[in-house]
């Protein structure tokens, strides 16, 4: 209780909590509220109509109902995200608590590793990694994955090799607990906070990068509702029909800006030097 009390006097941790449940509510019900009419069938007598009574946001240069696109858009973003930040955790997690518990070689092996991918751009990585397996929206979500898990990795194995310092784990190898019991059951835990703050952040990261994708032609094919797609086949009706690209465009930028204030919100209230120097 005392936690939450915390979390709502942060007031732009709320409002990026609220944005995440409004777009996640936006997804669950878009199905509901958007026929699959207005999102896929387009009506070429109604091309770049501005927004109306009819059209909340327009339509766009093939007649399709833009803001029944973005509402079902929200659920790609919102998947893609998430099989992203899932993927990148089932390999970073593992590695950094590894490398971070153990002084073999193999440790050094995985952090080089993780180095090796933290000196390359994820976006100039993840463009290589998709041209390699193919265009479409699962191999971008893909190559997320296998370019986001070193962030895991390396905060993961800082926090396992403060936590290995401790004097409960000298502890628990004098009585005999086996490495996997201490990792898994100890030693986890304690690194699980720094975890899930990335992992929230990640989610605004990947949506945008995934908006990158599709912009570049990499990630999501027509006639998916992707707002990066959406952006790159509206961009030549600029400035005129301005609707077309303005409204998938704020969507990104709402999205990633509720991801983002609710994940710096969970790190103030996990991280008790924080909570100490306000």
């Known amino acids: 209780m005392l936690i939450l009390i915390k979390f709502l006097r942060d007031v732009p941790a709320v409002l990026g909590a609220v944005i995440v449940l409004s777009v996640a509510a936006l997804a669950v019900v878009a199905p509901l509220v958007a026929s699959p009419e207005a999102v896929f069938d387009g009506n070429l007598l109604e091309r770049l109509q501005p927004p109306s009574s009819v059209h909340l946001f327009g339509t766009d240069n093939l007649g399709r109902d833009i803001c029944a696109r973005v509402m079902v858009g929200s659920r790609g973003a919102l998947l893609v995200a998430l099989s992203v930040v899932v993927l990148a955790v089932a390999i970073g997690v593992p590695a ?21 991918f933290l000196a390359v751009p994820q976006l100039i990585l993840a463009l ?15 190559a997320l994955g296998l370019t986001y898990w070193p962030f895991f990795c390396r905060t993961v194995y800082a926090e396992t090799r403060r936590v290995r310092s401790t004097l409960f784990v000298d502890a628990l190898e ?16 304690n690194v699980a906070s ?9 989610m605004g990261f990947t949506i945008l990068t995934t908006a990158v994708l599709g912009f ?25 029909s301005w609707w077309a690209v303005t409204f998938p465009g704020l969507a990104i ?3 990633v800006l509720g991801f983002n204030l609710l994940g710096d919100g969970l790190r103030d209230l996990v991280d008790p030097r924080l909570r100490r120097s306000r």
């Open 128 to 142: 290589a990694i998709a041209q390699l397996i193919g265009k479409g929206l699962e191999s971008a979500m893909v």
């Open 174 to 189: 004098g009585i005999g607990a086996s490495r996997s019991r201490i990792l898994m059951v100890h030693v986890l835990p």
């Open 216 to 240: 570049l032609g990499i990630g999501a094919t027509p006639p998916m509702p992707d707002w990066g797609l959406a952006i790159a086949e509206s961009r030549e009706y600029l400035p005129d």
């Open 96 to 116: 950094g608590l590894y490398a971070g518990y153990t002084t073999s070689w193999g440790s050094e092996l995985v952090m080089r590793i993780t180095d090796v």
């Open 194 to 202: 720094p975890v899930i703050v990335r992992a929230t952040i990640g």
């Open 253 to 255: 930028l709402a999205t």
